[in-house]
């Protein structure tokens, strides 16, 4: 009995410390060695009054609010079924605050994560007119600094693009 208690405790010990320690130290370390930004968040920065500020994240969406900024899936999570009643309800009253016709589908429905920091190129670009109007800009302007924003990649029917709301809406402060 002696002997399986000591061996029961030399497996536990061990298995902390290669699980615990050892595990978590290897995968730290190949995430800051390989990955380096995405692991500590991917943080946007800017100089302000001499000092560096974070101003976001590229993996994170932040919420931007105001006629000026482009304005990303809403950020509430949604883990409902895209033909409940409550899912109808959400998408029709997003779409009465837009009030326009025609309206990308990822500007009305949330994700999963609520937290998408990017949207279908065509979403920004059917925000752009109000963007404009707000900041006094052209049109083409705003589609300009949209479309330094766009990755991904398109062939043919194969299209992967998205454009980053942080990055156009950084760009576009920083236009004015």
């Known amino acids: 009995m002696k002997k399986i208690m000591i ?4 497996s536990i010990l061990i298995f902390t410390i290669l699980c615990g320690v ?3 130290v290897v995968v730290t ?7 380096s930004a995405q692991a500590n968040g991917s943080l946007v920065k800017k100089q302000e009054g001499g000092k560096t500020v974070v101003v976001g994240s590229k993996l994170i969406g932040q919420n ?4 000026k900024y482009l304005h990303g899936r809403p950020n509430e999570v949604s883990q409902l079924s895209p033909v409940s009643k409550e899912q109808e309800k959400r998408v029709k009253q997003r779409v009465e605050k837009i009030d326009g016709t025609d309206i990308p589908i990822d500007l009305v429905t949330a994700s ?4 998408d920091p990017e949207i279908s190129v065509e979403s920004a670009l059917f925000q752009s007119e109000r ?4 900041r006094n800009m052209k049109k083409d302007d705003v589609h300009a600094i949209i479309k330094q924003n766009i990755t991904g990649i ?6 992967s693009q998205h454009v980053n709301v942080l990055g156009v809406n950084r760009m576009l402060d920083e236009s004015e």
């Open 29 to 35: 370390a190949v995430g800051q060695i390989a990955f």
């Open 112 to 115: 999963a994560s609520g937290v």
């Open 154 to 159: 398109k062939i043919g029917t194969l299209n």
């Open 64 to 67: 931007f609010e105001g006629e």
């Open 22 to 24: 050892v595990y978590t």
């Open 7 to 10: 061996a029961s405790l030399k």
């Open 131 to 134: 963007i404009a109007t707000a």
